[in-house]
């Protein structure tokens, strides 16, 4: 606004001083001059004949700026976000941080757009005395509360519970799984009348993204038990013999907790074929694997043993024995009823607008993995994101920004299925790729 626009409505202002739309567009007019004349003239308004919250939500701020945070709080009333935004600053300007933290909470939780992380991390600081030797007290502001137990959950995460619910599809292989893995930790005393023991192992294969971690933390969601997500570099170490030990550690750590799920992902790195290797200690480490599989020394019962690989025919075949990973189940892609099934899962929890059809979704996306349809409804969000921002309001996901979403995910999986076609078709001893061989055929990649 000009200095003669400004001019102009100041002495309009003059000859109607109680027209309210007039003297808020003055306010504006000084404050965004910079003028700090413009908390004068919110002198003759009341929050009563203030109606829009944007409006009082200025005013306040305006007052705040001026330092009158009584009035300002008086404007501040209200449940609309852009209020309780204003409120949580006059609260804080007050030393009322509790409050402060209350109506700052609420404004976010109502609209997301308004999050401010300054503003949030100045309302959690906590108050400290410090005193050096005989020196001045001094109080210090901080949000440091990091202790020893903080910094162990942010190292190792707790992840939340997972169950065979959490995952879409795959409902032949939920079966196989619930029928010969998790009815035997249910119902011990029936299996040992028959002399079959809980525990032992499963190799899951398949593309990359189809669910195989998923389903290893399902399957310990379903048995109530303990899940050890063992990663590569939990395993592997650079001095001769320590991989063999890490590895016996972790064994005895599942034995000693039963019942275990043991996860170990990108299997092939811990049980290559060791005709191909060029480093006996890695020849040690896959013999050290299969030692503690067989478990001859100790007792592996309750003891269940998940892995998961995108290139079996990388493995080991003696992990292929009976009593080792003696089960072998393929992963594929999810079908058109999964797809449908896995989008609601995914959009389930998220701001969605009514309308969105996960089965017209599905048909677009065959050969999708279950990591591509997250891919696609995280896209889709971050479309979301910037119109809320645009908007400065909430803007849920919708169909719209899924189909638009569509035109930038691509399928993963079919690198993969080329490859596994291959070795179905010319390496399939013991006809251990047939599952592959009969998905490429029903869908109509063989």
Request: hydrophobic share 45%.
């Amino acid at each position: 606004m000009d200095e003669a626009t400004l001019r102009s409505l100041l002495d309009a202002l003059t000859a109607t001083p109680d027209n309210t739309a007039l003297r808020l567009a003055v306010i504006r007019g000084l404050h965004a001059a910079g003028n700090a004349r413009a908390a004068e003239y919110v002198e003759r308004l009341t929050p009563t004949t203030v109606a829009a919250a944007a409006d009082r939500a200025f005013l306040a701020g305006v007052l705040l700026r001026a330092g009158a945070s009584g009035r300002a709080l008086a404007f501040a009333e209200g449940p609309e976000p852009e209020v309780q935004v204003v409120r949580a600053r006059v609260l804080h300007a007050q030393g009322d941080r509790a409050a402060a933290l209350v109506a700052y909470e609420a404004a976010v939780r109502a609209n997301p757009t308004l999050e401010d992380r300054d503003l949030r991390a100045q309302l959690a600081a906590t108050e400290r005395v410090h005193q050096d030797g005989d020196g001045p007290r001094l109080r210090v502001m901080s949000n440091d509360d990091t202790d020893g137990s903080e910094v162990e959950r942010l190292l190792h995460p707790e992840q939340p519970a997972v169950t065979f619910a959490d995952v879409g599809g795959l409902d032949e292989i939920k079966a196989q799984i619930e029928k010969r893995i998790i009815l035997p930790f249910q119902k011990p005393a029936l299996f040992a009348k028959f002399k079959k023991k809980a525990g032992g192992g499963i190799l899951m294969y398949g593309p990359p993204g189809c669910g195989k971690t998923l389903l290893a933390r399902a399957t310990a969601g379903q048995c109530k038990a303990t899940f050890l997500n063992i990663a590569i570099e939990d395993v592997l170490d650079m001095y001769i013999g320590e991989s063999e030990r890490k590895l016996h550690t972790l064994f005895e750590k599942a034995r000693a907790s039963t019942p275990t799920v043991m996860f170990f992902d990108e299997l092939e790195a811990l049980a290559g074929k060791r005709q191909y290797s060029r480093e006996g200690t890695s020849s040690k480490l896959v013999s050290q694997f299969l030692s503690e599989m067989d478990g001859f020394a100790q007792n592996n019962a309750g003891v269940l043993i998940l892995a998961a690989t995108n290139v079996p025919w990388a493995i080991d075949p003696a992990f292929r024995r009976p009593g080792r990973f003696d089960r072998v189940l393929f992963v594929p892609p999810p079908d058109k009823a999964a797809r449908a099934q896995i989008l609601q899962i995914l959009l389930a929890g998220r701001p969605a607008a009514t309308g969105i059809d996960p089965a017209a979704l599905a048909t677009r996306t065959s050969g999708f993995s279950g990591a591509d349809l997250e891919n696609l409804v995280d896209t889709a969000a971050d479309r979301a994101i910037a119109a809320s921002l645009e908007h400065n309001t909430e803007v849920p996901i919708d169909q719209g920004h899924l189909t638009a979403a569509l035109g930038e995910i691509k399928s993963t999986t079919i690198e993969w299925l080329t490859t596994a076609r291959n070795y179905a078709r010319y390496s399939n001893e013991g006809g251990q790729y047939d599952e592959v061989l009969e998905f490429l055929r029903r869908h109509g990649k063989s």
